[in-house]
């Protein structure tokens, strides 16, 4: 699996688009996205097993409650899995709480980019893991999570803001809790 520090990999992959569901239509649904579409940006990046489960939908709709938190920090969220574009479009029609999702979701089909990060379970699909990414391409959070439990998307939002202050940041710190000053403590 890439580390802490590395870059994270090139990639070029088909996405269903973040547009609201009644704005979508087949000239706009999917789009290309690469490592290059958000270059400059923070980004938050997590992949999940599988579409048409039960434990993903939960984590994408939470991360996507807190989207605008995200966007207010100059951070881009993507989510993905293995599955195809098409999956992935008819998932979001069908599921609720997808259907106005405000991100991309990106579409491993070749499994080149699980691949290129170590998360390509041996049961074919993307384990759930969750990248912050730096505006440099630099890998500066991964946290991955059992196949049987989601993550805290609060918990990756707190993380992104303690990067972002470029402090250093104690146990269980929050956005305007004090930072730690070497030089007095």
């Known amino acids: 699996m ?56 939960t984590e994408i709709a939470a991360f996507g409650d807190l989207n605008e938190d995200f966007a207010l920090r100059d951070t881009q969220v993507l989510t993905g899995s293995v599955d195809s574009e098409h999956v992935h479009w008819a998932w979001r029609k069908h599921q609720a709480e997808l259907r106005d999702l405000p991100f991309p979701m990106l579409a491993d089909v070749k499994r080149e980019l699980t691949s290129a990060l170590g998360i390509l379970g041996d049961d074919g699909v993307a384990q759930r893991a969750t990248y912050i990414v730096d505006p440099n391409g630099i890998i500066r959070f991964i946290m991955v999570n059992d196949g049987n439990v989601g993550r805290n998307p609060d918990e990756v939002l707190r993380v992104l803001d303690a990067l972002q202050t470029d402090e250093l940041c104690a146990c269980n710190w929050n956005k305007g809790d004090d930072v730690i000053n070497p030089a007095t403590a």
């Open 2 to 57: 890439l580390g802490l520090g590395q870059k994270f990999p090139e990639y070029n992959v088909t996405a269903v688009a973040a547009l609201p569901l009644d704005d979508i239509n087949i000239d706009n649904v999917f789009i290309d996205i690469s490592d290059k579409t958000y270059a400059g940006k923070w980004q938050v990046i997590f992949f999940y097993p599988k579409d048409f489960t039960f434990v993903c939908p």
